[in-house]
């Protein structure tokens, strides 16, 4: 099973300035086949004799130049260049199966990050070794044993940080408490509603935090370019932005775990979260809350401690359905938080009767599954290993 460790780096002036360069050798390999791709792709399609372009040409093509043309590339390790580009042939091949947009140029600032095939990097302790730099002190010893699989580098803010794949050989935590089901609804209010009645809210840090981040976002724009307030705006933007980010990863972690720790059977609703997203008022809201993010923390979890997460259609009506009689209303406005049951009289709460919904849903699925496919609105995931963000996720290896 793959799991990833963000650990922090703690590297001195020289090495960050090498991290630095081994970033910016990345991104410049990355853009450079990027806009080779697009050439050879228009010649080809004018010259239908010539060879479409693939990752693996375009790496041997800049291995063939790089000494004349690029000769800085050589002061980094090889790594660097080679795997962004086969990360552009993932982002590639994710695009043609219409799983992504269009692959865009990396920029400076928001993709500073190179990635290391388990070959060329070590970690004993808290160091990590990195070819033509050497060892590197981390803020933590890395926490999963098993098969390190590769490292990505990046840095957030001023910070660097390297992100350990590791196939791991045991599941790293033990399994859920029990084997009772649970359901969970997702919302704007509360960040979660369980079946249990228990409500989880988003971190309320969050709110003051965005309205800095506007006050911010203006600030910079109305420095100078080239600037050095302009740099230094930037950069109290840049420490904002990483800030939120780890408040919220950091709640979506705590209710994931809380959740799985708990429950061995997890129904939630199968969210279009782009279809969502689309819809700009709620837009902001549930790209905030990381309905998404929440949703994968719980299937790789589950999946550690044994546990399953149960997926319900999402046209399964689960807050119109009473969940003590299954009476089903005609409709339900947004606004109502409560409603009264027609058929048995019960008073529903909005969210709790929809995690309950989920819930017998995810218990049901059991028998089904015995039953007969494709019988109900559930549909199970099996146990697979920890999700990664896709540019880690390819498989890297060079002799
Ligand atoms: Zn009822």
Redesign the pocket.
Same mark, same amino acid.
């Given at each position: 099973m793959l799991v990833t460790h963000r650990i922090r780096l703690d590297p001195n002036n020289v090495q960050a300035t090498y991290l630095a360069l081994a970033a910016g050798t990345a991104r410049f390999a990355y853009n450079w086949a990027l806009s080779e791709w697009q050439k050879q792709y228009e010649a080809c399609k004018a010259d239908p004799t010539l060879a479409k372009p693939s990752e693996a040409a375009l790496r041997r093509q800049l291995n063939r130049i790089k000494r004349e043309q690029y000769p800085w590339m050589l002061e980094v390790t090889k790594n660097a260049p080679q795997i962004a580009i086969m990360q552009l042939g993932r982002a590639f091949e994710n695009f043609f199966a219409g799983r992504a947009r269009y692959p865009r140029f990396r920029r400076k600032g928001r993709d500073d990050r190179f990635t290391l095939s388990n070959d060329q990097f070590r970690i004993e302790g808290r160091h990590i070794r990195i070819p033509k730099l050497g060892w590197v002190r981390m803020w933590e010893t890395l926490r999963f044993a098993g098969k390190v699989v590769s490292a990505s580098v990046a840095r957030v803010a001023d910070h660097w940080y390297a992100s350990i794949t590791v196939d791991t050989f045991d599941p790293p935590v033990p399994p859920a408490d029990n084997q009772s089901a649970v359901g969970v609804d997702l919302g704007i209010k509360a960040l979660a509603t369980l079946s249990t009645g228990e409500t989880f809210e988003g971190p309320k840090a969050l709110r003051t935090l965005l309205t800095r981040l506007r006050r911010l976002s203006r600030a910079l724009s109305r420095k100078v370019k080239g600037s050095r307030n302009r740099v230094r705006a930037k950069l109290r933007l840049a420490r904002l932005h990483a800030r939120i980010a780890n408040i919220r990863r950091d709640s979506l972690h705590k209710l994931s775990a809380s959740i799985t720790r708990r429950f061995h059977k997890i129904g939630i609703e199968d969210l279009n979260v782009k279809g969502m997203l689309g819809n700009r008022h709620l837009a902001r809201a549930i790209a905030d809350m990381g309905f998404y993010e929440l949703r994968r923390q719980l299937e790789y979890k589950a999946a550690w401690r044994g546990g399953q997460v149960v997926l319900v259609d999402r046209w399964f009506p689960s807050s119109k359905l +009473?969940s003590? $009689?299954s009476?089903r209303l005609e409709s339900l406005g947004l606004d109502m938080r409560h409603w009264t +049951?027609p058929? $048995?009289g019960?008073l529903n709460d909005r969210d709790v009767n929809a995690a309950i919904n989920l819930r017998n849903v995810a218990v049901s699925s059991t028998a089904s599954a015995c039953g007969g496919e494709g019988a109900g609105p559930a549909r199970e995931r099996e146990a697979k290993p920890a999700p990664m963000k896709q540019e880690s996720n390819c498989k890297v290896n060079f002799g």
């Open positions: +009473c003590c $009689c009476y +049951c058929g $048995c019960a």
